[in-house]
């Protein structure tokens, strides 16, 4: 038997549990909405008619990411033991209620957030959950951090990007960094397909979704925060990226050289910062592996970022691949840094 053909189980045979941290879920009803959208074309989001025109439709990928996506239960849970997940980190699938109108988006996160509850008190050993919020209204936003952090058990707050071309360095988002800031919730940024200051170009050539335009979406909104200052405004404040860091570990020391010549140039829209862009990667944010599950790409996260900072993720039910999760299992590291890898680091930044 190879490394690639042994069984996956869960229950930490290898010495270690693997949980993954970046799951993704959709209500029934949120699907509803998606797929009434589609037909009526009521919200203006070229993006979405995308990304869920194809999710939307009858191949036979698209159909088995229906069926997945909106269970929480049986079919869910055969899947992890297919696979030797042990828990999921389940959060709200992109773009969540992001694009919808601010009074409809309040009571359908309110509406996510109570089925997920649901479903982690009825497998609280395999299921843990992330706040869905409609950033559109704010308060109403921090509110539903705070709700799902005190009184459901969550154990972080899912963004997916952008929220009608606006990004969390806003300062009209304050509430929202606040609260997760003081609840000491992570605050995962999931990708969505580019804003429409960004789209045109991606959609000519059909890269506007995770094969290439969910990557410059997430990691521009990432690097906005940081060149924007909000984590010297918020220095406790936790940021979760997936996918290796939405390329941006890859261009630190460019980032850093040209941020500073920049500062220092008095180029308009920028401004000094307390430490050098790359130095919050050691402070406030934190990497998942999801749909990124190859060796070189992965060390090269964990030597430069550390092994405290990059954690497993598989991208359910996106990337649901078994031999992914072998790879992962054969990384050419320490049994201790291993479980960091899959375990330790997301016990402890999601306070599980």
Known sequence: MTDME???????????LRIATEEAFCPPSLMRR???VLEDKSIDDPGFYSLWGFYGGDSERARLLRERIQDLGDLRIRDMDATGIDRQIISITCPGVQMFPSDEAVGMAIEAN???????????????GLTTVAPQDPEAAAREIQRGASQLGFKGVMVNSHTQNRYLDDPGFSPILEAAEECGAALYIHPNTPSKQLIPAFLERGLDGAIYGFGVE???HLLRMIVAGVFDRYPNLKVVVGHLGEALPFWMKRIDFMHGASVRSGRIGTQRLDRKPSEYFQSNIYVT????????????????LGSDRVMYAMDYPYQYIADEVREQDNLPISLRDKKRFFQTNAEKVFNL
């Not at 042994?6 to 270690?16: D, F, H, K, V």
């Open 6 to 16: 042994y069984p996956l189980r869960a229950g930490g045979p290898r010495g270690y």
């Open 218 to 220: 997430t990691g521009l």
């Open 34 to 36: 998606f797929l009434q």
């Open 289 to 304: 592996t999801s749909g990124m599950p190859w060796t070189d790409n992965i060390m090269y996260c964990l030597n430069v």
């Open 114 to 128: 109570d089925a997920l509850s649901e479903a982690v008190q009825k497998y609280p050993d395999r299921f843990s």
